[in-house]
Every structure is written in structure tokens, then in C-alpha cells.
């Protein structure tokens, strides 16, 4: 369980990192780790007043990571329990000072979300969750559907003639009334061929447990009359939910009553299959799979139903900037919560023209636009944000820096007794390593390696002819710090062990022990 991190707070505070022990160490590991760095950095060690001075500042850091864990790193159950579920930002939630003592970390969660929910409450006004959406229909029929004499003698040319002939406009607001009760305002604009409309409407939405919600609606237009219904969320499972919604729709012809039923499951991370069940004035059987990625989004749809049957399957591609603007294909646009959608209506008939440009057209143009602009935008974008993240982190990267080489400066005295010991028994000597980014892929030989000396920090963990180092980033390790910034990071060992010459290249967050008989490097290598 990986410690929370807030924003771009870079990972080298990872207390288990530091300590170099798992996440489900015992009690006895953790307090032989801390006192093996208490005893590293202690300055009474040296005797150089420089050391003196560089020894003071690690081993206060030391401290404060002793000074977390409540004074005693190895007796607080309570405290530990809290990092492992919620890391570094649950320990700096306010109110842990009034939690009873010797509680189970079950009894620390539900105490962390009583006090999350506070929070959540004196947030609740500043809250809302607007969204909208703008779609514009246009005709284009006359690139494809027509004669070509009746445009000989017009002005322009005989240019076809292409006009938006609908629109739709959806805007909906949220407003939390309690940490239950949801009050939602929506509202519409509809005109297709010089004929339109707008309705109203308003939801009560209640939170009635973790598994389920139920809404209330009634809303008003002069498409439709008033509109009475009632909506019923439920998860059965932790990957299938079902809803349930009725209603009765008031006109000058009656009432029409409605019902519609969805059943949805997980099917995987990213895709959601659903079948929908509806009866009224228009009955069908839906049954639809959506999949969606950072990059794409996919639907396929099959409708039996009366008045209208169908199947329907498309595709959006998507890239995503700064300000959160999202581009797919080349009919929709979303920018935050607005969606801009624009379909084009092409013809009435199936015209292989029409065809072709509905088809192959926007396969080319797709595949020309991901090529000469995505992409590089993309790269473009990717370049920018690690630039800004060194530039933010650039200080705290400057003190770890200066941090790792007091470390090493501090560790030669214990790195000479260790490699003697080690030589006497012809055991596991570090002759060199380095951590950071290695260019290994020939396309990429333009690239520059970004890479730091790491023999000493590790020959500094040897303990009995052995290097163990835990699942973790290795940026948090004494000695270590991030070198590259946002990029990926290996770990490049070349060590000695009962005098044969081994190798092993481990990526970074990666367990790595190490002698390995799979590490040795034959002799004709």
C-alpha cells in the first residue's frame, strides 16, 4: 500500500522506502532499520566538524521520521495502521489527537472517514457539478444527392448548398442540500427544421446507503406536457448495478406511462456492458458495450423496437491538453464538462460516393491528423508538463541531492569495514552501480543517459553476503535521490561475489536480490 501523495509531491517520502523493509514488516525489522540509520548518521560518529554538521541534519531527518510514528516507531500500532491505509495526508488530517487509543485499523478507517465526511460538509455550498452540451445537425445531402443542371445557371458557380437545420442545447446544474440530498436543475432548447421546444426540469436525488440512491423528478415544456417519474439506482455486486425508472408524462392526449429498466456489469477495467428493457410509446430491447480509454472511446449498440430497429458501432479517438480540452474524431468536441457534438448529415440514399467519404474519407484524414498532429502534439505536451514538474520540484530535488551526498560521505567509514569483512570470505562486493534513466534502444541513442553513482549506498546495505531491496522506489533509499525527473528508472549493478563478476539491470519499484546465480557473466562474455 503505496503512501498517498498529494498533486505532484515527489515519492521520496516513503517511510518504508527509507527503512528499505516491505510494507508488512514486523515490528522487530522496523526497529532494527531505524536504529541501523540512527546509528549511520549519528554525530558523535565524527569527529570532521563538516561531518559533525552534514551527520546533525540526517540524522534529525531521521528523527522526524521517528517523531511521526508517535515517539516510538515499533509501539504504535495506531499510527502505522493509519499510514498503511491512507499514507503521509492521513497522518495530517486534523482530529487524530481526540482518537481513543488502542483501536483495531478497522475502527482507525471508519474514524479517518468520519473525519473526511466533516470536512466534505463545511465544503458542501462551494460544490456543483454543471455540464452541458451544444449539438448542431448539419444537411450536406446536396454534396452527393442532386442534379447537376438544376445548378448551372445559379450565381456562385452552383455550389452545393449545405445548411444546420437542427440544434439542441442541454444545460444541467447540481446543488447539494445535505450530505445525502441532491437538489438537480436541468433544462433544454430543441429546433429541427424551423420547429422547436424547451423543457424544464427538476431532481430530488437521496443517497440511501453505499449501494444505492433514489430520485425523484417532475419537470414541464411545451414539446411535452408536465412529467412525473421516479429513478432507482442499485448495486447488487461490487461490478453489476441495475436502475429502475418510471414515469407519467402529461398531455392534451392523455397520460402515457413509461418504464425502463438497465442492467449493467464491469465487464473489465475500462468496459461496461449493459441490456435495457423499455415499454411506452416506444418499446424496445437495448443491448450495448462501451469501452472507454484515456485514448478511446468505443460503442457498439443493438436495438429490437417498435417503431425503431438498429445497430450501431462507433469510435472516438481523443487527446487531452492542459486546459482540458478533448478532441474526437472530428464531430465532437469536449472541453470540461460542455460537450460540442456536430453530426453531418451526408444522404438519403446509398450512394457509393457517399459512401466512400463517410468511410475511407475520415480513415485517411484520422490517420493523416494522428500522424502530422496528434502525435506530435501529444509529445509536445508530454515534454512541457516534465519540464514544469523538474521546474516545481527543482528545490526539493537540489536538497535531496545535497542529502544523498552527505549520506555518502557519511557511510565510507562503514562501507571500508564492510568490504573487508566481505573480502575475507570472498563474498558479495559492489564494484559499480548507477540508478536513473539508461538508453538501451538504438532509436533512442540521441538521447542523453541521466545517471548517478549509487556503489556506496548499496555496499552500505550488504549485511552477511546478501542485498535485499523491498518493492519500492529506490529514490527513497539513503544515498539515493530522483535524477531524472518523471522518467523512467533502472537500477544497474556490477558486483563481485566469490570472485566471479556478476550483472543485473532491475527497473526501479522493482524487488531485487541479489546474489543471483541468473546475474553471472559467463567468461566468454
Not at 285 to 298: E, Q
Not at 486 to 514: C, N, T, W
Request: aromatic letters at 8%; a neutral charge; proline letters at 4%.
Amino acid at each position: 500500500m503505496a503512501p498517498a501523495l498529494e498533486d505532484d509531491e515527489i515519492d521520496n517520502n516513503d517511510y518504508y522506502s527509507l527503512l528499505n523493509v516491505r510494507r508488512e514488516a514486523t515490528q522487530e525489522e522496523l526497529k532494527g532499520s531505524y536504529r541501523r540509520l540512527c546509528m549511520l548518521y549519528h554525530p558523535d560518529k565524527h569527529r570532521d566538524p563538516e561531518l559533525k554538521r552534514q551527520a546533525e541534519q540526517l540524522f534529525n531527518l531521521v528523527l522526524g521520521l521517528h517523531v511521526i510514528y508517535h515517539h516510538d516507531f515499533d509501539l504504535d500500532p495506531q499510527l502505522r495502521a493509519i499510514y498503511d491505509i491512507y499514507g503521509k495526508r492521513g497522518l495530517d488530517v486534523e482530529g487524530w489527537e481526540v482518537v481513543e487509543r488502542k483501536r483495531t485499523p478497522v475502527e482507525i478507517r471508519e474514524e479517518f472517514e468520519r473525519l473526511q465526511r466533516e470536512r466534505e460538509e463545511r465544503r458542501l455550498q462551494q460544490r456543483t457539478n454543471p455540464k452541458g452540451m451544444i449539438s448542431v445537425g448539419v444537411d450536406a445531402t446536396d454534396l452527393f444527392d442532386r442534379y447537376e443542371e438544376d445548378y448551372k445557371d445559379l450565381p456562385g458557380g452552383g455550389f452545393p448548398h449545405v445548411e444546420i437545420n437542427k440544434m439542441h442545447i442541454s444545460q444541467s446544474i447540481e446543488a447539494p442540500l445535505t450530505t445525502t440530498d441532491t437538489a438537480v436543475l436541468s433544462g433544454s432548447l430543441s429546433t429541427h427544421n424551423g420547429n422547436g421546444g424547451g423543457n424544464i426540469n427538476l431532481a430530488l436525488r437521496r443517497v440511501t446507503s453505499a449501494k444505492g440512491w433514489g430520485e425523484v423528478e417532475f419537470g414541464a415544456g411545451d414539446s411535452h406536457g408536465p412529467l412525473l417519474g421516479m429513478k432507482i439506482f442499485r448495486n447488487l455486486t461490487a461490478r453489476c448495478f441495475v436502475t429502475a425508472q418510471c414515469g407519467l408524462q402529461f398531455s392534451s392526449r392523455g397520460v402515457r406511462p413509461g418504464c425502463t429498466t438497465v442492467l449493467a456489469r464491469h465487464l473489465d477495467k475500462n468496459t461496461m456492458g449493459y441490456l435495457q428493457w423499455r415499454w411506452g410509446t416506444q418499446s424496445s430491447m437495448n443491448t450495448s458495450i462501451v469501452r472507454d480509454t484515456k485514448t478511446s472511446h468505443f460503442t457498439f449498440a443493438m436495438q429490437l423496437g417498435i417503431p425503431h430497429s438498429f445497430m450501431m458501432m462507433s469510435y472516438q479517438y481523443k487527446f487531452q491538453d492542459d486546459e482540458q480540452t478533448k478532441v474526437k474524431g472530428s464531430i465532437k468536441l469536449n472541453r470540461a464538462s460542455q460537450t460540442y457534438f456536430f453530426p453531418i448529415h451526408l444522404t438519403d440514399q446509398l450512394l457509393p460516393s457517399a459512401v466512400f467519404y463517410a468511410t475511407v474519407g475520415p480513415l485517411i484524414f484520422y490517420l493523416a491528423i494522428q500522424r502530422l498532429i496528434i502525435r506530435p502534439y501529444v509529445r509536445a505536451q508530454q515534454e512541457q508538463d516534465l519540464e514544469k514538474h523538474r521546474e516545481s520540484s527543482a528545490s526539493d530535488i537540489a536538497r535531496k541531492k545535497q542529502e544523498a551526498e552527505s549520506a555518502v560521505l557519511l557511510m565510507q567509514e562503514s562501507v571500508r569495514r564492510i568490504i573487508e569483512s566481505e573480502e575475507s570470505r570472498m563474498g558479495l562486493i559492489i564494484l559499480n552501480a548507477w540508478y536513473g534513466k539508461f538508453v538501451t534502444d538504438n532509436s533512442r541513442r540521441h538521447e542523453r543517459a541521466k545517471v548517478i553513482d549509487v556503489s556506496v549506498p548499496l555496499q552500505c546495505l550488504v549485511k552477511d553476503s546478501k542485498l535485499i531491496l523491498t518493492e519500492a522506489t529506490k529514490t527513497g533509499l539513503p544515498g539515493f535521490y530522483d535524477p531524472c525527473v518523471g522518467e523512467e528508472k533502472s537500477l544497474k549493478v556490477l558486483y563481485q561475489f566469490r570472485g566471479v563478476m556478476h550483472q543485473v539491470l532491475s527497473p526501479d519499484g522493482e524487488a531485487l536480490r541479489i546474489p543471483k546465480q541468473s546475474h553471472r557473466i559467463d567468461a566468454d562474455t
